[in-house]
Structures are given as structure tokens and as C-alpha cells.
């Protein structure tokens, strides 16, 4: 029901704050520094058990007092039992940052889809259907995270002796905190905009609106999940080749325009069948929510790749500086909005999310060398095929709402067009020279799958 969601909203929020304390950017750099040693691993070890203590025992110590400020009395208990999330996940962390540097990104796949299906699909449906509320979501996450750690210790073991060595652990913590800094002010434009919402309405519309931000970041999260796991250590090993980095850049923004630009029309012109579908008619109160959110997918993906040219050379105070402005636009735009209604909280991020995207792009054009000219040019063929979809859907959903044969069946003759008609777009702009990132990107996949 959205009230229980909401308070699983609520409680994420906390979470999500915490989990920065029990990283603190260590593992972004043992992935991010050149020469890696078993010193550096081990104090990065130490480090990362001893916050992920001093966050769980912070989040217990601290949770009447925030389920007050939520006016949440069963937030409470919830976070006390959440609170061991990180003293778990703190095993993990350089399990996986030694993964990701060495790119075996198969490994994070697996461990993605078990932990999901494990914690989720069997402990968090199980209990669901026992009518447990809440506390299906509490024990779909706590088992999730166990899933996950288990696995990455076992995939990537290394030496766990609890020691910490000065020298090494200053050189990752010196790139960590800006990394940190960064994430930090991310994770506060990511999430207090179900702050304001939780502070100044009640449960079920936090519910609403947090279900709906979770099936519009869904894509998104996927996609930056991508970004941030695969393109950062590629792209740090471009660090010292301007050049490459600048083509890279070209064609990174070139292909997520594409991609998620034509995607994000599908969903807006959608919303309500995609609501009904996976929800249920009961959560109608969040169509208008998801269609304003639905826009600012593709800004939130751009400025993810922008960020991540920062980060891949180091520029991370930089970074944290327009992370920063993002989380204090969000504040402003979704306090201004709260005057009208959670609609109004949603218009104030998605205008947050643009002014973001602009800064963003500046950072990563002036780390790149990448022109401003070439920076648009890589926006036309996703443009096009944006506006071609979005016209093609709109005659779709006019013809079926007369046939009324259902949302199911509507959504998918939409999304079987609208591939048709991105496929189509696509074989026609490869004919030409503003297509050869089309051609490249198909040739890579066609040359993996060869491999």
C-alpha cells in the first residue's frame, strides 16, 4: 500500500545518506589509483569494516529522533533493523572496487540479479503475501545486501587482516573525499525532494511520489549503473589522451541521446498504462507524477556522463563543487514547488535537473576538450528520432483509446512501434556522415559477440 511505502521511503532516505559513511569513496579509489598495492587494499579494508560499525551503531543510536521528525512512529523500529545493512555492506566494499577495476563486470551482473531475485522476488514477495507490510520491504533489503556481500567476498577474496597503514590509506582518501564530497551533495539532490515531502505531507503521498521516482529511475539507474561501473574505469585509462577522451565524450553523449531521449518519450506518452499495469488502478494519483519525472530522465543521464569524464580524471572537488549547486536547486525548487501540491515538488526537481544538466555539461566539456558545437551536434540524431516517436505513440494511443482493448495490449503495440520506428530512424541517419557513431556502436557489439 503507498503508506507502507512511504515509510520504506522515508527510511531509505536515511539509508542512502548512511551508506556514503560506510564507503567514504575508498572504493572509487582503489578503483581510480594507478598503482594499486596490498597495502592500499588492506587499510582500504580496515577503513571501510570500521565506518560501515560507525554508520549502523549511528543509524540505530539516531532513529527515534528522525522517526520524530517524519512524525513516522513505526520508522522507529524500521531503521533500528535496517541499521545492519552497512556493518554488511562494509565487508563488501573493496570485494567489489577490486572487481571493477579489473573490469569483470559479468561478476556484478550475477550478483545483481541473485541478490535482487533472492532478497526481492522470493524473501520480500514471500512475506508480502503473508500481508507483513512494511516489514516485507525491511527484510527484502536486509537480505539483498547479504546476498550481494556474500557473493562478492567469495568472487574477489583478499587479504581482510583489520590494520591500517597511514601512507596508503591518506593517498586513497585524499581522491575518497572529494569522491565522497561529491556523492555526498548527489545523494542530497537525489533524495530531498522525499524529504520535503515526508516533513510537510503524509505517508501515502510520499508513497505515491516514491514509486513513482522508482519506476522513472529504474532505466535510469540501470543506465547509470553502466556509466559508473564500466565507462569510469575505461575512461580513467584515457585520462592522460585528451584526445580519445574528447571522442569518447562525443560519442557517449551521442549514443544516451539515442537511447534513453527515445525511451523517456515512451514512458511519458505511457505513464498511465505503464502505472495501471505494474501498480494497479488503486495508484492513480501517480500518472501526473510520473509524466513530469518521466521528462527528466534523459538530463539525468547526461549530467551522470559528465560527471564521470570529471571523475575519471580526477577533477572530483570540482565535481562536488556543481553537485553542490544541484543539491541546493533541488532544495529550492522543491520547497518552492511544495506550495502546490506534490505536483508543484515535482515541476521544482524537474527544473533542477536541467539547470544541473547545463553545469554538468560545462564541467565535462572543459575536461575534455570536447567543442561546444560538436557537444550539440551529438544531440540531433536522438532529437529527431524523439520527435519521431513521440508522433508515431501519440497516433498509436489516439486510435487504441477508442478501441478500448486495454493497457496491456496498448503498451505493447506502443513499444513495438515505437522500436520499429527507432530502428528505422537509425538505418536512415547511419547513411550519412552525422551516423557513424550508429555504425561504431553496432560494430562493437556485433565484434563482442564474435568474441
Not at 577495476?101 to 551482473?109: G, T
Not at 550539440?376 to 487504441?400: A, E, R, T
Request: some cysteine; hydrophobic content about 55%.
Amino acid at each position: 500500500m503507498p503508506q507502507d511505502y512511504g515509510v520504506m521511503a522515508s527510511a531509505m532516505i536515511v539509508m542512502s545518506f548512511a551508506t556514503l559513511l560506510s564507503d567514504v569513496g575508498v572504493g572509487k579509489a582503489v578503483v581510480q589509483i594507478e598503482t594499486l598495492t596490498p597495502k592500499h587494499i588492506s587499510s582500504a579494508f580496515s577503513f571501510s569494516v570500521f565506518v560501515g560499525v560507525g554508520a549502523s551503531l549511528l543509524v540505530y543510536l539516531l532513529s527515534t529522533y528522525i522517526s520524530n521528525f517524519f512524525s513516522m512512529p513505526e520508522l522507529d523500529l524500521v531503521l533500528e533493523v535496517l541499521s545492519i545493512s552497512f556493518l554488511i555492506r562494509g565487508l563488501s566494499v573493496i570485494s567489489e572496487a577490486l572487481i571493477v577495476r579489473e573490469m569483470h563486470f559479468k561478476s556484478l551482473a550475477i550478483r545483481d540479479v541473485l541478490s535482487y531475485l533472492g532478497g526481492y522476488g522470493v524473501v520480500g514477495c514471500m512475506l508480502a503475501y503473508l500481508n507483513y507490510g512494511v516489514w516485507a520491504l525491511v527484510a527484502a533489503h536486509v537480505s539483498t545486501e547479504l546476498i550481494r556481500s556474500v557473493w562478492l567476498i567469495i568472487q574477489k577474496p583478499h587479504d581482510k587482516s583489520l590494520r591500517f597503514e597511514l601512507v596508503p590509506l591518506k593517498a586513497l582518501l585524499v581522491y575518497g573525499g572529494g569522491s565522497s564530497l561529491a556523492s555526498f551533495f548527489n545523494t542530497v539532490a537525489s533524495k530531498v525532494d522525499q524529504v520535503i515531502i515526508g516533513r510537510y505531507m503524509s505517508s501515502e503521498t510520499l508513497g505515491l511520489y516514491n514509486r513513482s521516482a522508482q519506476l522513472m529511475t529504474m532505466p535510469a539507474s540501470i543506465f547509470g549503473t553502466v556509466i559508473s561501473k564500466v565507462l569510469f574505469p575505461a575512461f580513467s585509462i584515457l585520462q592522460a589522451d585528451k584526445e580519445k577522451l574528447s571522442a569518447a565524450h562525443f560519442k557517449g553523449v551521442y549514443l544516451t541521446a539515442l537511447l534513453v531521449a527515445p525511451a523517456s518519450v515512451v514512458l511519458y506518452v505511457f505513464s498511465q498504462e505503464l502505472i495501471f499495469i505494474l501498480l494497479g488502478h488503486d495508484w492513480e494519483g501517480a500518472v501526473p507524477l510520473f509524466e513530469i519525472l518521466a521528462i527528466g530522465i534523459y538530463f539525468r543521464l547526461g549530467y551522470k556522463i559528465n560527471g564521470e569524464f570529471a571523475r575519471a580524471v580526477g577533477k572530483v572537488y570540482k565535481l562536488s563543487y556543481v553537485q553542490f549547486k544541484f543539491a541546493f536547486f533541488v532544495f529550492c525548487g522543491c520547497f518552492w514547488g511544495k506550495a502546490y501540491g506534490v505536483e508543484g515538488v515535482a515541476y521544482g526537481l524537474l527544473a533542477a535537473l536541467i539547470l544541473h544538466y547545463i553545469f554538468m555539461t560545462r564541467l565535462g566539456l572543459s575536461v575534455t576538450g570536447l567543442g561546444f558545437g560538436k557537444f550539440l551536434l551529438s544531440h540531433v540524431p536522438g532529437i529527431v528520432i524523439s520527435l519521431c516517436v513521440y508522433f508515431s505513440l501519440s497516433l498509436v494511443k489516439l486510435v487504441f483509446s477508442d478501441l478500448n482493448i486495454g493497457e496491456v495490449a496498448t503498451f505493447l503495440v506502443g513499444s513495438i512501434v515505437s522500436v520499429i520506428v527507432w530502428f528505422l530512424c537509425v538505418f536512415l541517419l547511419s547513411k550519412n556522415q552525422l551516423g557513424y557513431p550508429i555504425v561504431w556502436f553496432f560494430y562493437l557489439m556485433f565484434k563482442k559477440s564474435k568474441v
